[in-house]
C-alpha cells in the first residue's frame, strides 16, 4: 500500500504522522476520516492536540467539550445549529463530556469532505462503566444519574470496536497499521452544479415556479447531498428573470442560511440585508413558519428546507395556502426522518395536491460516495436503520404473532433485532432522534414490547413506568413547588388537574406506538396496547396512559383501547405542532377512583377552555372531545327552543342568541344523531363559532364566506337542520 507524500510505511512512528497520512489522504479523496483516541482523557487529550499540531489543523479545529483548549473554536451543545452552514476542517469529540447522540450527529454534519473527526473515549472496555454526564438527563426522580445503565455506550465502544473505517489509537497499545488509501473522488460538474442530481433537483424547482399550479416537488436525501444548494440555485435564477417574490423556511433562521449563500454567490450585485436578498424588485425572504401560517404573506414560489422538523399540521397549511411550493428533507438526519415523514406526509400530498412529485438526491456533493465517517454516522447512530422488508412479515396476522418483553441487556448485543426495532419507530414516528436509541436503551423505568412474526419486528410499544412517589412529593408538584423528570402523567395529574394522589398511583405511559406498514389495520396495535395492559396489571401498576399529539384519528383509536381524555395542552406542542391530549385507563379499583376525579374535572372545565386558551383546537377535535367526556347536558328548555327558532327561521341575532346556542350545541355533541348526520364542514363551523368564539373574519378566510352576513346565514342554515334532526328524534311520528 503506497502513502502519500509522508511516507511508504504501514505502521506510523507517531500519532502525529499517524494523522499527517491519514489527512493528506483524506484530502486526496475528499472523503472524511475518523481517528479514536481511548484512555485515560489526559493522555487522549494529549494525542488529539499531537494529530492536530502534525496535520496543521489545530487552530481550525471545533471541539465538541466542556473543556475545550484554549484558543480553539469551542462546539456547545446548546448551541450546535450555529454550525449550520459552516464547514470544519476537523471536528474533537469529547466523550469525557458526555456523549450526547444528537448534539454529535448534528456535529459531524459541519464536518467538511477530506476532513478529521477525532473521538477522545475512555478505554473502550471500561466506557461502559463511565458515568457519563448525559446520564443526568436520562435519570428519573427520584433515582440519581447512577440508576442509568451503560448499554448504549457498551454499544458504541463495540461499534468502534469492529468498524475497519475508525483508526483506533488506545493508550498503552502500539500504533495499529494504518488503512489504505482512498480511491479519488469523481470530477465535480462544471457551473453552479455539483451533481446531475442536483442539476436535476434546480430544473425540478424551476418547474414547480413556472409550471402549473398545484404541483408541489418533496426533495428527499441524506445529508450532504445539495439540497438547500438546490433551493438556492433556483432562486437565484428566478430572481435574475424578473420581480419574483420567494419565501423560504425551516424549523430555524440558521438551517435555511445555505439556501441563501448559494442565491447569493451567484447573484454577486444582490444586497443581502439579514433575512432578506433583494436582486432589483425580486427578493428572496426568510419567514418563520407559523408566521407564515398566520400572515399568509403572497409569494410566487414557497420553498420549505428540513421539512421532517416541522409539525405536519403546519405543513399542511402551508399547502393549502400555497399553490406554488417545493419541500426538502433529510432521510437520515437527528433531527427526525425524512422517511418517517414522507410516509404520513403522503396522505396530505395526496388529497391536496394529487400532482404532486418526488424527486431523491442520491450523489453526495460535500464529500466523496462511500465516506467512512457518513458510514460510521449510519451505523453508530443507527440513523440508517430500517423495518424489516413488507414481504417478510406480510403474512403477520394478531393470530400468528407473539408479543415479548424484550430484555434490553440482550436487545443491545443484538445489532439486527435493535436495528430493526429502530427503524420500525424511526418510520413510525418522523421526529424519532438518535437520543431516542439511547434513552431506550438506558432509561431507568423503560420497558420494551415487541410483536415478532419468526424473528421480525412488526409492532413496537415503549412504556415508561411512572408515579409510585411519596404523598409529600406529590403534594409539593401539586403546589407548582416541585417539577419531577420522567413522570410525565403523574406530574400532569397532580398539577394540572389538581389531583395530588396522581403522583402516589403508579402508571404505565406508552411513549411510542409502531405498527409495520404492511401490518397496519389489522388490529396489531389494539392488541399490543392490551398485552401492555395486562402485563401493567399483573406488576400492581394501577393506570394505563398515553399522551400525544391530539387528532380525531388518534383519539379514536385509543378510545377504542379503552382510554379515555383527561386533559388537552393549552398549547401546542413544537414537535407535533398539535395540543397534547392525555389519555388513561383504569387498572384496578384504585386507577378507577382516580380516573372518575379526572374525567368530571375535564368534563366540568372543557367547555370553558374552549372559548379561552383552546380556542384554536381544531373544531373536530373539539367535538369529539366533549362528545368523550359525557355527562348529563339537557337539551333546550322551552325559552331556549324559542330563541332558537327565532334565529334559525327568521332574523333573531347572533349575539342574542348565543346563550342558547352555546348550550344546543354542549347537548348535541354529547349525542350521537342528529349531530353526526350534519355535514362535517357545518360541524366544524358551529363548534368554531358558537363554543370556540372565533372571529367572524376567521370564519371568512376558513369556510370562504364574503362577510359577517354570509357566515350568519350559513350558522343559521345548520341549526335550522339541528334543529329538526332533535324533533324528529323526540317526535318519530313526525306529527
Known sequence: MRMLNDSTALSPESTGQAARILFTQARAGRARRVLLFAGERGWAVAQAQEALGAAGLEAAAGWLSDSPPAGSVAVAPSRISRLLGRELPALVVDAYAGFDPDAVGAAVGALAGGGLLLLITPPLAQWRAYPDPEHARIAVAPGGPEAVSGRFLGRLARVLQASPDVYRVEQGEPLPVLPAELPSPPQRLPGPYASDDQRAAVAAVLKVARGRRRRPLVLVADRGRGKSAAFGIAAAELLQGGPAQILVTGPRRDAVQAVFEHAARLLPQAERQADVLRCGQAMLRFVAPDALVSGLPPADLLLVDEAAAIPLPLLGRLLRAYSRIAFATTVHGYEGTGRGFLLRFRETLDAQAPGWRLLRLEAPVRWAPGDPLERLGFRLLLLDAEA???????????????????????????????????????????????????????????????????????????????????????EAVRRGERRLRGHLIPQSLAFHAGVAEGAQLRCARIMRLAVHPACRRLGLGSQLVEAVAAAATAEGVDLLGSSFGGNVPLLSFW?????????????????????????????????????????????????????????????????????????????????????????????????????????????????????????????????????????????????????????????????????????????????
Open 388 to 474: 424489516v422488508p413488507a414481504a417478510a412479515v406480510a403474512a403477520a396476522t394478531p393470530e400468528t404473532v407473539r408479543t415479548v418483553q424484550l430484555d434490553r441487556d440482550a436487545l443491545a448485543e443484538d445489532e439486527p433485532l435493535l436495528a430493526e426495532l429502530f427503524g420500525l419507530l424511526l418510520q413510525a414516528h418522523y421526529r424519532t432522534r438518535p437520543f431516542d436509541l439511547r434513552h431506550l436503551l438506558d432509561g431507568p423505568n423503560v420497558q420494551i414490547y415487541a410483536q415478532l412474526q419468526g424473528r421480525h419486528v412488526v409492532g413496537a410499544a415503549l412504556v415508561a413506568l411512572e408515579g409510585g412517589l411519596p404523598e409529600a412529593i406529590g
Open 559 to 735: 378510545q377504542h383501547c379503552g382510554l379515555a381524555p383527561v386533559r388537552v395542552g393549552m398549547t401546542r406542542e413544537a414537535s407535533s405542532g398539535e395540543h397534547a391530549l392525555m389519555m388513561l385507563r383504569a387498572l384496578n379499583a384504585q386507577g378507577a377512583e382516580l380516573l372518575e376525579h379526572a374525567q368530571r374535572g375535564f368534563r366540568r372545565d372543557l367547555p370553558a377552555q374552549l372559548a379561552e386558551p383552546l380556542r384554536g383546537l381544531e373544531p373536530a377535535l373539539a367535538a369529539r372531545l366533549l362528545a368523550a367526556a359525557g355527562g348529563d347536558r339537557a337539551l333546550p328548555d322551552a325559552v331556549d327552543a324559542g330563541q332558537l327558532e327565532a334565529f334559525a327561521f327568521a332574523r333573531r341575532t347572533y349575539a342574542d342568541t348565543v346563550g342558547a346556542l352555546r348550550r344546543l350545541l354542549l347537548a348535541a355533541v354529547s349525542g350521537d344523531r342528529p349531530w353526526q348526520d350534519l355535514p362535517a364542514a357545518d360541524r366544524a363551523l358551529l363548534v368554531a363559532k358558537i363554543l370556540q368564539g372565533r372571529d367572524w373574519s376567521e370564519l371568512g378566510r376558513n369556510w370562504g364566506f364574503s362577510g359577517q352576513a354570509e357566515a350568519t346565514e350559513a350558522l343559521r342554515r345548520a341549526v335550522a337542520q339541528l334543529l329538526d334532526g332533535l324533533h324528529r328524534r323526540s317526535d318519530p311520528s313526525g306529527s
